[in-house]
Each structure stands twice: as structure tokens, then as C-alpha cells.
């Protein structure tokens, strides 16, 4: 199994960005996957949950009415587009498989600041 998180960076308060994952190794398809992010010093927090068919997704209320999760079956990648990001967004964002035992890329880190 492999994840791999891009689309991180540097933007402004306000800016967006738009992160994907791709995923190998397992039948991507089948499965729900999730966004969590880790804050320098803080615990990883689940930051939002996609269905294997894209039909049921759930966003932390941190994220809700901002962030949008979404998901291409045919390209194995799950995607959280970012919208009107604050400074406390800043933070390294993980893509998470949950196959039994949990998988997690490495993090693309994100930082928003003037």
C-alpha cells in the first residue's frame, strides 16, 4: 500500500489550495478514505472522510463550509480542495486509508501566512 499526498505550500490568509492523494497497492474503489492534519505540537486531527463511491462525505466543523473532500475512482486519488484558509490551517495534511490496519502517507505540509 502506498499514499502519496501533493499540493501543498505557502499561500496567503484567504487563498486556497488543493491537495491530492494517490493511492496504490489496494482496491481504491472499495474503500473510504480520510484527510487528518497535524498542527506543529498538536495531536492529528480527522479532518474529513470520503465513501468508497464519493456519495456520503463528513468534514470537521474546523473545515466545514471551507474545505471540500472528494474522490476519482478511475485515477486511484482523493482530493481536499481548501478554500478561504486561515493561519490555523497550518499544518502537515495526511492521507489515510483505513484497510484494518490503518495506512498513512507521508504529509504534505501546508502553511498559510501574510
Known amino acids: 500500500v502506498q499514499l502519496v499526498e501533493s499540493g501543498g505550500g505557502l499561500v496567503q490568509p484567504g487563498g486556497s489550495l488543493r491537495l491530492s492523494c494517490v493511492a496504490s497497492?489496494?482496491?481504491?474503489?472499495?474503500?473510504?478514505m480520510r484527510w487528518y492534519r497535524q498542527a506543529p505540537g498538536q495531536v492529528r486531527e480527522h479532518v474529513a472522510t470520503i465513501t468508497s463511491t464519493g456519495e456520503t462525505t463528513y468534514l470537521s466543523d474546523s473545515v466545514k463550509g471551507r474545505f471540500t473532500i472528494s474522490r476519482d475512482n478511475a485515477k486511484n486519488t482523493i482530493y481536499l480542495q481548501m478554500n478561504n484558509l486561515k493561519p490555523e490551517d497550518t499544518a502537515v495534511y495526511y492521507c489515510?486509508?483505513?484497510?484494518?490496519?490503518?495506512?498513512w502517507g507521508r504529509g504534505t505540509q501546508v502553511t498559510v501566512s501574510s
Open positions: 497497492g489496494f482496491t481504491f474503489r472499495a474503500y473510504t
Open positions: 489515510n486509508a483505513p484497510l484494518g490496519p490503518d495506512y
